[in-house]
């Protein structure tokens, strides 16, 4: 459960930070999509680094 909450959180936390990027800079989801994979990333990294998966 604390592995899919680290993902969702990634997913959630850096796309929202991409949207309001997007949204300042005037395109359309590059920011948000970038985001999504950075919290992906980031979230299997924490999942790597504290669960020892």
């Known amino acids: 459960m604390t592995a899919v909450s680290y ?12 949207w309001l990027v997007d949204h300042f800079v005037g395109t359309k ?3 948000a999509g970038l985001g999504a994979v950075l919290g992906v990333a980031g ?8 669960l020892g998966a």
Do not use: D, N, S
């Open 7 to 18: 993902l969702i959180a990634g997913i959630i936390v850096w796309g929202g930070i991409g």
């Open 29 to 31: 989801g590059i920011f």
């Open 43 to 50: 979230g299997v990294y924490l999942i790597v680094r504290r």
